[in-house]
């Protein structure tokens, strides 16, 4: 069985600061792990993804992650939040054997950014 | 074009309505979800069709229908529905039913039961 747990259910920055939200999971294989974001009353917009190649991995409108293998982290960060990168997080991960392609998502990390 | 769109985009609907879902994709994809979104939730996942037919059905309530009349509409009929069926419904779809491919998300549809 695979799960994904969100370390922070809210984090609040400000603008300029840096973004870390932080992401583990376990598996017992190899997984594909997500970050897709949710600004309020829309759908899911993909981050980034990882799936076995490079460990840092570089997303959209500056987001990065890196994928531990050692810690079961995939923390999101980010150098300098802008007042658009408010909204929801979730970390995902997408899973294997007869669960192949079925998702499982973190509890959701909210962030709030103060200019 | 990698775009997934959902009509309506609010629903309400009394208990003894039917009414359906739309969601349609023109990537090619051949795999296709869908999801219902609680408040301050994370998606769960309903149906998964592959290649148009059903693949995963998460013991969803027989109120909720789909539907994949072809590789690139999906539907959900919806009938009786409770009060608690108040969510936001999301449609995705991915190139296949495989773990190394990210899924797409339609903007979803909010439905309201009266």
């Known amino acids: 069985a695979q799960s994904v747990t969100q370390l922070d259910s809210h984090v609040s920055v400000s603008e300029g600061t840096p973004v870390l939200l932080r992401c583990n999971y376990s598996s017992s294989y190899s997984p594909s792990l997500f970050w897709y974001v949710q600004h309020p009353n829309k759908g899911l917009q993909l981050l980034l993804k990882y799936t076995s190649a490079a460990t840092l991995v570089k997303g959209i409108n500056g987001f990065e992650a890196e994928f531990k293998k050692s810690e079961t982290s995939f923390h999101l960060t980010k150098p300098s939040a802008h007042m658009s990168d408010a909204a929801e997080y979730f970390c995902?991960?997408?899973?294997?054997?007869?669960?192949?392609?079925?998702?499982?998502f973190g509890q959701g990390t909210i962030l709030t950014v103060h200019p | 074009d990698t775009e997934v769109t959902q009509t309506p985009k609010h629903l309400v609907m009394g208990m003894t309505n039917k009414k359906s879902l739309k969601c349609e994709q023109h990537?090619?994809?051949?795999?296709m979800y869908w999801y219902k979104q609680k408040a301050k939730k994370p998606p769960e996942l309903m149906f998964v069709?592959?290649?148009?037919?059903?693949?995963i059905n998460e013991s969803v309530p027989s109120r909720f229908s789909p539907e994949c009349p072809n590789s690139s509409l999906l539907n959900l009929h919806l009938h009786a529905l409770q009060p608690e069926d108040s969510a936001l419904y999301l449609c995705a779809s991915s190139p296949v039913r495989d773990r190394s491919y990210e899924q797409y998300f339609g903007p979803g549809t909010r439905l309201t039961v009266t």
């Open positions: 990537m090619g994809h051949r795999a």
């Open positions: 995902v991960s997408s899973g294997g054997g007869t669960s192949y392609g079925k998702l499982t």
């Open positions: 069709y592959s290649y148009e037919k059903l693949s």
